[in-house]
C-alpha cells in the first residue's frame, strides 16, 4: 500500500491478514490496524491518493495495481459499524480505508522472486501484544505513535465525534 501528501515522506508499507474486502469492481475497504506510524491516514486526509500492490510469489507470476482516491473511516464515524463487520474481529483496529478504484493495472511479474510462505508474525507477535490491552492502554499507545506523521502532520486518530 502507498500514499503520499503534496509534501513531504512517501509511504509505502507490506499488509497482511484477513483485512481487505472487494465491496465492487469499484470499491474496495481495508482495515488498518495499529502499528508503529500511522501515515496511511495523514495522507489519504491530505491527498486521498493510495495505491494497493499484490504480487505472487508462487509459480503463477503477476502483480496488479489497484489506483484510486481513498477516505479514512474512524471508529467514531457513522460508518464504521457497518464497514467493521465485514472483518473479523481483530484486536487494535484504529482506521478503515475506503477506496474508490480508478484504475486496475497488472504486469507479468517476471522480477519477482519465487517464494513459499514458512510462517506469519500474526499468531505469535501481533495478535498477543494487542490482544492484552483494553481501550485506555490502545489509546495511550496511538498517543505516543499514531498522532502525528512522520512529517509532523495529524493524523486526527484521537479526534472527538
Known sequence: MATAAATGHINLSPKGMDTLRVLSDERVIWL???GIGNETATHVQ???RMTLMFCSFGEQRL???VFGTAKVVHPRDPEWNNLVAQFPE????RQ???LDIELIQTSCGSTVPHMELVDTRVEKEFLPYYE???REEL????RKYNVTSLDGLPTKILEPS
Open 139 to 142: 489509546e495511550n499507545y496511538w
Open 32 to 34: 488498518n490496524l495499529t
Open 46 to 48: 491530505e491527498d486521498g
Open 96 to 98: 478503515i480505508f475506503d
Open 63 to 65: 502483480t496488479l495495481r
Open 90 to 93: 481483530l484486536p487494535g483496529c
Open 132 to 134: 492484552t490491552m483494553d
